[in-house]
């Protein structure tokens, strides 16, 4: 069995690869959250309660991300037939967002918003189109974040990380892609 640190180290060199697998479209966007949701399932690291390092922020952020995807998902499936489930998956999702969101914010706060560039994204969702920024980490390789969160926000905006244009998102492909 691992220990942690083997386990982290295996996460961010399989996040890296399955970012190049979607980059290069060898797998599509449901692919890609499957084979992550398996990967964390099987790597059966649980998150981080206090994050000492941007690893174990990175981490976190991933594992809400995959598990908020992956309810809204089942949430999918019940929206019709089961309200009750529907809701209950709905609630997890945004709880696993509220959570990601947090683990954005104490990354930020481990490189002290260094290096660090924010901006709302163009959509094809005009419901999304204003709500949703993305968080380009110049010093990390292959760590682009995504939040709706206002107060994150509002810390970007004082941070001076914040601009006032938005712009393609860097994983365009990937954020306009509905699932």
Excluded at 9 to 25: A, G, P
Excluded at 28 to 35: A, T
Excluded at 127 to 155: A, C
Aim: with cysteine; charged share 35%.
């Amino acid at each position: 069995m691992l220990d942690e640190v083997k386990k982290l180290e295996s996460f961010n060199k399989w996040r890296k690869e399955s970012i190049d697998l979607l980059t290069n479209q060898k797998i599509g966007k449901d692919e890609f959250l499957e084979l992550n949701y398996r990967y964390l399932v099987k790597l059966d690291l649980k998150p981080f309660s206090n994050i000492s390092s941007v690893l174990e922020a990175v981490y976190n952020y991933q594992y809400y991300n995959i598990m908020a995807k992956r309810s809204n998902q089942m949430a999918l499936t019940f929206i019709s037939k089961k309200k009750k489930k529907y809701q209950q998956e709905i609630n997890n999702r945004e709880n696993y967002y509220y959570l990601k969101d947090l683990a954005t914010e104490k990354l930020l706060e481990l490189i002290d918003y260094k290096d660090t560039e924010a901006y709302f994204i163009k959509l094809k969702s005009k419901r999304l189109t204003g709500e949703i920024f993305e968080i380009y980490l110049k010093d990390f390789d292959k760590l682009i974040l995504h939040s709706k969160n206002k107060n994150l926000l509002q810390k970007l905006k004082e941070k001076e990380c914040f601009l006032d244009e938005a712009k393609i998102s860097m994983i365009d492909s990937y954020v306009n892609k509905s699932y």
